[in-house]
């Protein structure tokens, strides 16, 4: 009798921790029993990825396998929830076929689409299954007209007797494939808005301009509502029409703004120097023994203007002139400077 009420106790307590909620994954996502291992194998016609026409009913199979050896054991507690978008696929009535035991239910979920959750929970202290046991299978209607939609097993989970950890296991997602035109739609989250893109199916998303929001910057974006699966522009592809979410901190990203003042004033004040270097000429005046000239900054395509007449012991001036050998005469008033140039003074 003891043993018996022991028994009931530890089903209750499997039974509890099994309802249909992420909270008991994320208590038990550090208690991992090693002492087995299993694979929640998801397929459609036996394949993770199938191609299939609006209007057309699919059959989901899951499939429960153990991966650390190929004989029978106890299973105290499992429990798994396959999220759709039914805005593409559709339950269908009626079609739901489970082993013994096999609860199920079809639920809303609060972050939008919908899950279909299947769990198992011993009332006698564990029932012998095989190695390999169909789950369960259900059907499903395509609904949606263009791009793919993913079935996705969330919180899978194979309890140990005590239904205080769980066993090491894998699953799978499948993809719907009704065009390669994925849409992937950007939720800002109170930030400007963020056009749509279309993607094909297996490429990666192009990184959007980031939305402006007033007090906060742009962390990053999220795969999930919660905000807990950081999109990676870089590696992560795209497996369906999807929506990412925008993740706000408070305040400007360190150092941004002062950063960007300080140099964009300093790039400024840099161009600006650059432009008046470029802008101007020198010229320079070569006397020959007479009255040095200090030389002359000309903005290039102007003239020189008037420039003092030097003088020189016994020689009266003649003009200035643009080569050494005095063969061009330079008109200061008139000839416009178009580079660095030096002008010689001819004496007579």
């Known amino acids: 009798m003891r043993k018996r009420i022991f028994t009931l106790l530890a089903a209750l307590c499997l039974l509890l921790c099994l309802l249909p909620t992420a909270a008991f994954a994320s208590q038990t996502g550090s208690k991992t029993d090693e002492g087995r291992s299993y694979n929640f194998d998801l397929s459609v016609g036996g394949a993770s990825e199938v191609r299939a026409t609006t209007g057309e009913t699919i059959t989901v199979t ?18 798994t929830e396959i999220e759709y978008d039914d805005t593409f696929l559709q339950l269908v009535d009626g079609s739901v076929m489970t082993a013994p035991g096999i609860r199920w239910s079809d639920l809303g979920r609060r972050t939008g689409g919908r899950a279909f959750y299947l769990n198992f929970v011993s009332f006698k202290g564990g029932e012998a299954w095989e190695p390999e046991v169909v789950v369960g299978s259900f059907q499903m209607k395509v609904i949606g007209t263009k791009g793919v939609s993913q079935l996705i097993p969330t919180n899978t989970l194979v309890s140990t007797q005590d239904g205080m950890a769980g066993y090491t296991v894998k699953d799978n997602s499948v993809s719907v494939i009704v065009t390669t035109d994925c849409t992937v739609t950007f939720e800002s989250n109170g930030g400007t808005e963020v056009p749509s893109q279309t993607v094909q199916y297996g490429e990666k998303v192009k990184k959007p301009e980031d939305p402006i929001r007033e007090g906060y910057h742009l962390e990053g974006w999220y795969r999930d509502l ?9 590696k992560d592809t795209v497996k369906g029409n999807m929506t990412l979410y925008a993740n706000w901190a408070e305040g400007a990203a360190a150092g941004s703004v002062t950063w960007w003042i300080i140099g964009g004033v300093g790039l400024l004040a840099l161009l600006l120097i650059l432009l008046a270097l470029l802008g101007k000429k020198k010229v320079r005046f070569e006397t020959s023994g007479g009255t040095e000239l200090e030389a002359v900054s000309v903005k290039r ?16 001036f003649g003009g200035w002139y643009a080569d050494q050998a005095l063969t061009k005469p330079w008109d200061t008033q008139k000839d416009p400077v178009r580079s660095n140039m030096t002008l010689y003074a001819r004496w007579m």
């Open 62 to 79: 899951l499939v429960l396998k153990r991966t650390d050896a190929q004989e029978s054991a106890d299973m105290y507690g499992m429990q």
């Open 301 to 316: 395509g102007s003239v020189i203007g008037e420039v003092m007449t030097p003088t020189k012991p016994g020689a009266v």
């Open 226 to 234: 919660d905000r807990t699966q950081k999109w990676d522009f870089h």
